[in-house]
């Protein structure tokens, strides 16, 4: 990789700006169109897919989309990236590129809910696969749960309920020795905190929905790789197949968002950190759930693998779960939402639905909060959630 390209805030404000090419233009253009035509028969014929300067259909690969690529990749430490129409539709194109009829599967039981749905419900009953959920904060879980026909480990560290951490480097390596393949969501993080891929995992995914995006505009997922080859050969066949690439225009919102990656970031950090010291101190707090506390119980591991964190954390309260209620409802600035990254706050009470066994299954309680700290200014969430918390003192 070129030299300039290892810093990420000129990859973040500069890769894939290519002015000759573009006619100037300071922001690459959309390019909107379906298809590319051929000048002949002799280059029809001769087209290559992998070569990056040539295209044929939007299915396949599309000018814009391939910058944002370029752009996570280089972020990301990884030999290639690929875009994808949703979080979801990157999650699923991996475990269907890597695993068979008859694979085993090792998750955490912590991740992303809909990826346990589509195993539990999908690749179960229809592709004769099989599941072991671990928890996931011991390396001696995972290697428990190998067995003969495993051939993937799904990760999630920091996961979006408990935030509880995996130990990427000590997972990977167990991996490696047993020819498993590895894949880590990390939305949370993002590449500017945590780059798994320089911790030996083969397949990281993002969905760009979140902080990539940042502006609650665009849904979007991509999946970077370690390995260009098994990007190539496994997953842009999948990709294809699936026809799961974005529109043009999604990745255009992606790349813009990327540009101010570097500063709304640590502003979502700053403010969390505030809100969760806040939190903590107050008397009907019962728990704070933040990786970038001290009292958080892998606070070591997330300054070992972590450069930060970043506007989403969770807590519980001295209150039962229709009394949470009544705080969430109180509250004015954060709004009721189940998604994250974005530009505003948002509160949601993700076990609320679910038993009691469930939501203990998944690290918390039906009453666990989880918000998400947007870039409305510490202070201002701060008296947001002091005066809904005083509802509990009527």
Known sequence: MDEQWMDSRLVATHLGDEYDKFLGAVVPPIFMNSL??????EAYL?????DPDQYTYGRVANPTVRIVEEKIAALEHGQMALCF???MAAATTAILSVCKSGSHVICVQSCYGPIRHFLDEYCVPSLGMSVTYVEGKEVSEFAAAILPQTDLIILESPSSLVFSLQDLAAVAALAKEHGIRTYADNSYCTPLYQRPLELGIDLVMHTTSK???GHSDVIGGVLVGADRTFIQEKIAPMREFLGGIPGPMEAWLVMRGIRSLEVRLPAHQQNALAVAHFLEKNPHVKKVYYPGLPSHPQYALAQRQQKGSCGLLSFELNASPDETRRVVDALKIFKIGVSWGGFESLVC?????DTDQMAQWLGGTRGIVRIHCGLEGAENLIADLKQALSVLDE
């Open 85 to 87: 129409a949703s979080g």
């Open 211 to 213: 902080y990539l995006g």
């Open 349 to 353: 009470m993700p076990c609320y639905k």
């Open 46 to 50: 001769h087209f290559n897919g992998a």
């Open 36 to 41: 590319h035509v051929f000048p002949d028969t």
